[in-house]
């Protein structure tokens, strides 16, 4: 019960009605062994098979990516390599993240996984049968394990999709001991120059970018701690120094259609504030 209500409480910004949901959804996957298919083929870009083991580990990471919606979004390679770094940088021992991806088109796929330089050992488990064993959510959200050596269910979460989940985590490896998460700064008060972005209509091939402001209008200094988009198409540059009180940061929003269609995507900001995360949506249409 401790774990659910800190997995609840990582969630504060949701509606009552979601949060049920949640807590149902932790309570029946808390302590939940996970299966692995008897033969599972683990790959680098879908080229070169790699002899890749996570048996007698304390901890590992298991993320099952399913076919539906937009792959790119899903995935966020980047992210994960952050992650990865981050976690090899803290953890004495080795944690395996162990990446089942269930494709709709393994073209894409190999495309995306070089394309962004990911030379992890992945399984594309074209017949689902990772999926298929344990039946996981159908939320993204709730796709990824913190797996003991039993292969338990310790913790579920996104950690690349959110800060206070990827926290978390370091603090569950660690022990408790990650101090770069235990950092708690005073709440202060922001205002968002829009809450919506329309780049309008423009050639597939041409790189757009449009920039947001927030304001501080509280009492302390504003920290923005992290900026995640719903898609690798989309990225956001912003200044990780302090904004004190009254003065502003310019956010600059960069997008590359990757093929011509409309969209419609968002970006989810991580600060100080009582209203965080803050969401902005951007719309468009490629030709």
């Known amino acids: 019960m401790r774990y659910l209500y800190l997995v609840l409480a990582l969630f504060s910004s949701c509606k009552e009605s979601e949060k049920n949901k949640i807590s149902c959804l932790v309570s029946e996957w808390e302590g939940k062994e996970i299966l692995f298919p008897a033969h599972s083929i683990f790959t680098i870009q879908g080229k070169d098979t790699v002899d890749f083991s996570f048996a007698d580990v304390d901890y590992k990471v298991v993320t099952y990516i399913d076919s539906v919606g937009c792959t790119s979004c899903k995935l966020q390679l980047p992210r994960w390599k952050q992650f990865m770094h981050e976690v090899d940088s803290t953890m004495n021992d080795s944690i395996p993240f162990v990446f089942y991806f269930h494709p709709k088109d393994m073209k894409e796929l190999r495309y995306i996984t070089c394309r962004d330089v990911f030379i992890y050992p992945v399984c594309f488990d074209e017949k689902d049968d990772f999926n298929t064993l344990n039946h996981f959510p159908s939320e993204m959200t709730f796709q990824t394990f913190l797996l003991d ?139």
């Open 149 to 287: 050596k039993k292969n338990k269910v310790v913790a579920i979460g996104n950690p690349v999709h959110n800060p206070k989940v990827k926290e978390f985590y370091l603090q569950v490896l660690t022990r408790g001991k990650n101090t770069k998460a235990k950092v708690k700064r005073p709440v202060t008060a922001v205002a968002m120059s829009t809450e919506s972005i329309d780049f309008g209509s423009f050639p597939q091939a041409e790189k757009q970018e449009r920039k947001f402001m927030l304001t501080n209008t509280g009492k302390n200094l504003l920290v923005i701690y992290d900026v995640i988009t719903s898609c690798g198409c989309t990225k956001v540059e912003f200044s990780k120094e302090g904004i004190r009180p009254g003065e502003n940061t310019e956010l600059t929003v960069i997008y590359e259609a990757e093929k011509a269609e409309h969209f419609s995507k968002t970006i989810t900001v991580y600060c100080n504030t009582n209203n965080s995360p803050l969401r902005l949506k951007i719309t468009g249409n490629a030709k």
